[in-house]
């Protein structure tokens, strides 16, 4: 089978890690770069690529069979927009939108199109939230109560220095970092529908919020809560806890999630498990019996890409579309405005 020709627009730390996939890929090839900047070209030629200023000019210069978008979030409706008006399906990275409204005009063009559109929600792709999912959907905890999550760590000086938007409002932990725990508890623990939050900057003092709690209801009755952060000294997050992405230390021993139904509890990613032998013994009284759930390791980004491929190939639907990655944003957005307005913001 010939390898598909997959671009990428935008050079950045993302779009470099794709790069690095596609050309280690036995699927696909490098097509070509998209990005203006000066240091694109020398990724380009270093690659022994074309390199385009933009994506326009790359489709009327050669064949694609694929673009991954991985520029900043003002650009992604955009770029997807080209893509859809040229017939090339697309892996847009996450979020999908820069806006609830922005997502909304790509979700219209991309359904009336009939578009392939994937959304770059890459932990879809992993297997320790797929055997996490799994156990919640087979009943082994019962009817789910609460859930509790963080994603807290520690953003150095550095990475503020270095983009001092960071700093400004909608650059905090909310509308960069929260989207992904959404996209997360929506597969655990099913459709959000209100939020309520309290954000404060006392640490940074930042015009932007360092640190956020969040209160969840799901649609099925269970509820949520969350502890965000970005000024914190803790190890409790996915990255530093999951083992999935190598440029993050990671401690075996922390858990990021601990999902609670009527008949037991599964602490996310040590899958550890706590269950009663038989439901007449429910009673915090009685001892749980304990179990370690196996999972296989496997690189989520590696996986998506070898999904991507066989979207494009039109043997697989994508397992994230566009109107999946605007729930996920639709939820952070709402997070933001009940953190600015302390009201309880409900979802349809």
Known sequence: MAKLEIAVAGAGTIGRTHIGLIQASDACR??????????????????????????????????????????????????????????????????????????????????????????????????????????????????????????????????????????????????????????????????????QAFASNATRGFPVEDTVAINLRFANGALGTFMLSDTAASARSWEQTSQENKSYATYPDEDCYVIVGTDGSLAVPTMRLKTYARKEDRSWWKPFRTDVAAIDRADPLERQLTHFCAVIRGEAEPRVTARDGLANLRVTEAIAEAARTGKIITLD
């Open 30 to 195: 490098l097509a070509g770069i998209v990005d203006p900047a000066p240091g694109a070209a020398e990724i380009a030629r270093a690659a022994g690529v074309p390199r385009y200023e933009t994506l326009k000019a790359m489709f009327a210069a050669q064949r694609a069979d694929g673009v991954i978008v991985a520029t900043p979030n003002q650009l992604h409706v955009q770029n997807g927009l080209d893509c859809i008006e040229a017939g090339v399906p697309a892996l847009i990275e996450k979020p999908v939108a820069d806006s609830v409204a922005e997502g909304i005009r790509l979700r219209v063009a991309a359904e009336r199109a009939g578009a392939r559109i994937l959304v770059g929600h890459h932990r879809v792709h992993s297997p320790l939230l797929a055997t996490a999912c799994a156990i919640v959907q087979r009943g082994t905890l019962g009817r789910l109560v609460a859930v509790t999550g963080s994603a807290m760590f520690y953003k150095p000086d550095g990475y503020f220095d270095e983009a001092p938007w960071r700093r400004q409002p909608g650059g905090g932990p909310i509308l960069i970092n929260m989207v992904h725990e959404i996209g997360n508890l929506r597969a655990l623990c099913g459709e959000i529908v209100a939020v």
